[in-house]
Structures are given as C-alpha cells and as structure tokens.
C-alpha cells in the first residue's frame, strides 16, 4: 500500500491524480524501462527504511523528464510495515545545467592542454 502525497503529486507538471494510483502497481507510474531500477530502490527502501534515487520519466503532458524519487517507509504503532510514501520531483532543470557545467570543464580542460 502506497501513501500518496497528493499536493506534491497533483501540483507541477509531474501530475498524478492519487484517486487513480489506488490499487495500482505504483511502479507502473515509472516507464517500462526504469521498473526494474525503481523496484531495487523499493527493496532498498525496505531495508534502510527510505532510499531516494533519480530516474527517467513522464510528465502529465505526456513528455520525458529527469525524477528525483525519495521512497519513505511507513510504519504503524507497533513497527509493522504498513507502506510508503513516495516523493517525486521533476529534476530536469538542474540535470540539464549539470551536464552543462560538465560540459563546460571538459571545454575548459581541453583547451588548457
């Protein structure tokens, strides 16, 4: 069971209405391709408690995006697993001015030589 938090998900463009995440596989939120990733970070998540990890993924518009993921377990009263809460933030700006700046001290290396 998964704890949605709906003002995070249901406000900026990575929008999901919680009231469709109900019953569904969480992880089919994520493309096919970043499953597997997202799965190991909740195996993660169920070790340590919380685990948070960057993936690619959709935006409500329907285009691609850079996710910045905190899964964070939920416990009840007596520590029993009860479920978690998943954050996520589209971190596409900060990962395209990181590549820049990357980009930029490979140029400033290169012509340093």
Request: net charge negative.
């Given at each position: 069971?998964?704890?949605?938090?709906?003002?995070?998900?249901?406000?900026?463009?990575?929008?999901?209405?919680?009231?469709t995440?109900?019953?569904?596989?969480?992880?089919?939120?994520?493309?096919?391709?970043?499953?597997?990733?997202?799965?190991?970070?909740?195996?993660?998540?169920?070790?340590?408690?919380?685990t948070?990890?960057?993936?690619?993924?959709?935006?409500?518009?329907?285009?691609?995006?850079w996710?910045?993921?905190?899964?964070?377990?939920?416990?009840?009263?007596?520590?029993?697993?009860?479920?978690?809460?998943?954050?996520?933030l589209?971190?596409?700006?900060?990962?395209?001015?990181?590549?820049?700046?990357?980009?930029?001290?490979?140029?400033?290396?290169?012509?340093?030589?």
């Open positions: 069971m998964a704890l949605w938090d709906g003002e995070l998900l249901a406000g900026g463009d990575f929008a999901a209405d919680p009231a995440l109900l019953g569904r596989d969480w992880v089919t939120m994520f493309p096919q391709l970043e499953q597997e990733r997202v799965e190991e970070a909740y195996s993660q998540m169920l070790l340590s408690g919380k948070q990890f960057d993936t690619y993924g959709q935006r409500a518009d329907g285009t691609y995006c996710l910045n993921v905190l899964l964070v377990a939920v416990h009840d009263h007596k520590m029993r697993f009860v479920g978690h809460h998943c954050l996520v589209d971190s596409t700006h900060a990962k395209i001015l990181e590549d820049r700046v990357k980009e930029l001290e490979r140029d400033a290396f290169s012509v340093a030589k």
